[in-house]
């Protein structure tokens, strides 16, 4: 199968290793990928502060950039959402576009859904805290929400789970936000860093050494608060996990 990879911009400009992670991976199970050079940003920043007029030249360009592929996908659950669900207000009743919603998605979910990945061998001896995203959580369904009813899963988990040494930390509400938002990190800041501070407690409350999630922009929002305090605990993209890295970062 033919991969477009769609990289965000915070990755591009300040997490490339994550990545470069996210291609040695979908390589490992016989991926063949592509990486457009001419993509440019999804348009979320424009479309989450309602500059609808910005936003439109943006999925313009990336539909014509990534309509061609077998699948898109992304290590993003939050860039995967604007696609696959708020992608309508520009594209709607554009040929192709539907088919291109269908075949885009979060680097986990590809794996799971699409690779159909099982046993994944490596080693990662640490006790690993699970944030879930909330575009990954709600719009994804990347893992089971507390209020609903049925049975419990989690994709990143489930990748997760098979490599050797690995401990997961039980959190009192494993489903809640933390606090990032986009521009309402910077519009409500007071709130975004009391929501994060919250979500790190309960983590240290579960004994977490690593942090890790499917969205690199909710982890540089965390990770800025645990550096700023001091904590021990490291923050890493789930890709990096996978890729084989047996140390935290330093």
């Known amino acids: 199968m033919q991969v477009g990879l769609f990289i965000p911009c915070y990755i591009d400009q300040l997490f490339p290793h994550v990545g470069l992670a996210t291609v040695e991976v979908l390589e490992r199970f016989g991926v063949q990928i592509d990486y457009p050079t001419q993509q440019t940003c999804c348009g979320q920043p424009m479309a989450n502060t309602g500059l609808t007029n910005e936003t439109r030249p943006l999925a313009l360009k990336f539909f014509e950039i990534f309509k061609d592929y077998e699948y898109v996908v992304c290590p993003s659950g939050s860039c995967t959402s604007m696609v696959r669900h708020h992608y309508d207000e520009y594209l709607q009743g554009t040929a192709g576009f539907e ?24 080693r990662f001896p640490h006790r690993v805290g699970i944030h879930q995203s909330c575009h990954g959580l709600r719009d994804l369904r990347m893992a089971s929400s507390s209020e609903i009813v049925g049975e419990r899963y989690c994709k990143v988990r489930q990748l997760l789970e098979s490599l050797e040494g690995i401990e997961f930390s039980e959190l009192g509400r494993a489903d809640e936000c933390c606090g990032f938002g986009g521009m309402f990190a910077v519009s409500q800041e007071p709130v975004s860093c009391m929501m994060g501070l919250d979500r790190i407690r309960d983590h240290q409350q579960a004994g977490t050494q690593v942090l890790t999630a ?18 021990s605990m490291r923050v890493m993209h789930v890709a990096e996990i996978l890729a084989g890295t047996d140390q935290v970062n330093s």
């Open 214 to 231: 499917a969205d690199m922009s909710c982890l540089m929002h965390l990770d800025g608060l645990i550096r700023r305090n001091g904590d």
């Open 99 to 122: 088919e291109l919603k269908s075949k885009t998605f979060e680097f986990c979910e590809f794996l799971t859904d699409v690779v159909k990945v099982g046993r994944i061998e490596g």
